[in-house]
T-cell receptor, first 113, second 112 residues
Framework: AQSVTQPDIHITVSEGASLELRCNYS??????LFWYVQSPGQGLQLLLK??????LVQGIKGFEAEFKRSQSSFNLRKPSVHWSDAAEYFC???????????FGTGTSLTVIP | KAGVTQTPRYLIKTRGQQVTLSCSPI?????VSWYQQTPGQGLQFLFE???????NKGNFPGRFSGRQFSNSRSEMNVSTLELGDSALYLC???????????FGPGTRLLVL
């Protein structure tokens, strides 16, 4: 069965510092992977996605993620965090058949000045 | 294109009542999925509709139901509301299987 694990419930970083959010997935085939961001009281906004090809994908707002099949990981990174990046981040995998997405439990990011 | 819209944005109901939430997908998207988001359970898949047919259903009781209209707009209904139904209900649309899902802002439901 498909599943997604985000081991870090909450992360605090200083503004300007680098960021890495971890995501591990369990999937029986080549996964479709996504990172979404959610600001308080809002819906989910797509940051980036991986379907195939280059394992390093670029997204919006300066985010990137690297797909590592050997580690079943799809970690999200940003070289320099801005205060406006404070939000909840969700990793998701698309089902092999059907249209269901499986989400991780999310990582809450706090940015301190 | 306009994004996914959901109405109403906020709703307060009492136990035992029923509620209907509405979702208008991005123009051209025929698939609409619904998710329930709570602090304890995270994002849980409710169901998906494609071309007016339910294609997939999550593990929720029969009190949760939905439908889709010919213009792809979708509604979900929750009957006999319970306190535990308090949540953010998110709707997402896409063009089909394994395509990116685009989410609406959600409907915040509070059951008293």
């Amino acid at each position: 069965a498909q599943s997604v694990t985000q081991p870090d419930i909450h992360i605090t970083v200083s503004e300007g510092a680098s960021l890495e959010l971890r995501c591990n997935y369990s999937y029986g085939a080549t996964p479709y992977l996504f990172w979404y961001v959610q600001s308080p009281g809002q819906g989910l906004q797509l940051l980036l996605k991986y379907f195939s090809g280059d394992t390093l994908v670029q997204g919006i707002k300066g985010f990137e993620a690297e797909f590592k099949r050997s580690q079943s990981s799809f970690n999200l990174r940003k070289p320099s965090v801005h205060w406006s990046d404070a939000a909840e981040y969700f990793c998701a995998v698309g089902a092999f058949t059907g249209n269901q997405f499986y989400f991780g439990t999310g990582t809450s990011l706090t940015v301190i000045p | 294109k306009a994004g996914v819209t959901q109405t109403p944005r906020y709703l307060i109901k009492t136990r035992g009542q029923q509620v209907t939430l509405s979702c208008s997908p991005i123009s051209g998207h025929r698939s609409v999925s619904w998710y329930q988001q709570t602090p304890g359970q995270g994002l849980q898949f409710l169901f998906e509709y494609f071309s007016e047919t339910q294609k997939n259903k999550g593990n929720f009781p029969g009190r949760f139901s939905g439908r889709q209209f010919s213009n792809s707009r979708s509604e979900m209904n929750v009957s006999t509301l319970e306190l535990g139904d308090s949540a953010l209900y998110l709707c997402a649309s896409n063009e089909g299987n394994r395509e990116t899902q685009y989410f609406g802002p959600g409907t915040r439901l509070l059951v008293l």
